[in-house]
Every structure is written in structure tokens, then in C-alpha cells.
């Protein structure tokens, strides 16, 4: 099994920063893919970024210019700076991780989440 947990999150005021931290543990042969979600009351999940395990990065529009995600493949942690936090940055936010797994000597890719982080952006 994969674990993967996140701090970071609270409440800061409108203008202010964040950075958000996700450590994957446990037994597996890699981590590929890593992302951050996150989710309003009432919304639903929406991608806010993701990285590759070689970088490779993306972004959702809401968050363009202001966070920036980044990895350290020797601690299986992945980052999200958020700068220029708004209100409507409100919510859980959840990390992701694919990781590979062998299952019955294959490799295979499975689906993990963490527990969400709260942050809450006050004007």
C-alpha cells in the first residue's frame, strides 16, 4: 500500500502564501505522476496541478501565475506553492500519486489520495 500525507494548509488572509507538502510512503517500486486537487463546499474535485516524475508540469487556469508545483523524487514529496491566495482558493486540498506496484511479478499502476489539507483564504 501507498500512504501519502499532506501539511501545510490553514487559514491565511487574501494576498498571502501557502506551500502545501505530500509524502508518499510505503511499498512500491516507483511514483509516477503526482497532483494536487482540491475541493470547495458544493463543488466538485477539480485538478489544480500535476507534475511528472520528470517534471513535466501543468497547470489548471485558476491557478496559472500564482501556485507552482515541484517534486523531490528522493523524498516521494511533491510541493504547491500558492502565492496571491483569494478567497475563492477555499478548500480541501488533496494530493495524488500513481504509483507502480508489482502485482504478480507485473508492473502496474495504481490510484492513490491523501486525507486533504484545509485552506481557508479569509478577505
Known amino acids: 500500500q501507498v500512504q501519502l500525507v499532506e501539511s501545510g494548509g490553514g487559514l491565511v488572509q487574501a494576498g498571502g502564501s501557502l506551500r502545501l507538502s505530500c509524502a508518499a510512503s510505503?511499498?512500491?517500486?516507483?511514483?509516477?505522476?503526482m497532483a494536487w486537487y482540491r475541493q470547495a463546499p458544493g463543488k466538485q474535485r477539480e485538478l489544480v496541478a500535476g507534475?511528472?516524475?520528470?517534471?513535466?508540469?501543468n497547470y489548471a487556469d485558476a491557478g496559472k501565475g500564482r501556485f507552482t508545483i515541484s517534486r523531490d523524487n528522493a523524498k516521494n514529496t511533491v510541493y504547491l506553492q500558492m502565492t496571491s491566495l483569494k478567497p475563492e482558493d477555499t478548500a480541501v486540498y488533496f494530493c495524488?500519486?500513481?504509483?507502480?506496484?508489482?502485482?504478480?511479478?507485473?508492473?502496474?499502476?495504481?490510484?492513490?489520495w491523501g486525507q486533504g489539507t484545509q485552506v481557508t483564504v479569509s478577505s
Open positions: 510505503g511499498t512500491f517500486f516507483s511514483i509516477n505522476a
Open positions: 495524488n500519486a500513481v504509483a507502480e506496484r508489482w502485482s504478480l511479478a507485473t508492473l502496474k499502476e495504481y490510484d492513490y
Open positions: 507534475i511528472t516524475s520528470g517534471g513535466n508540469t
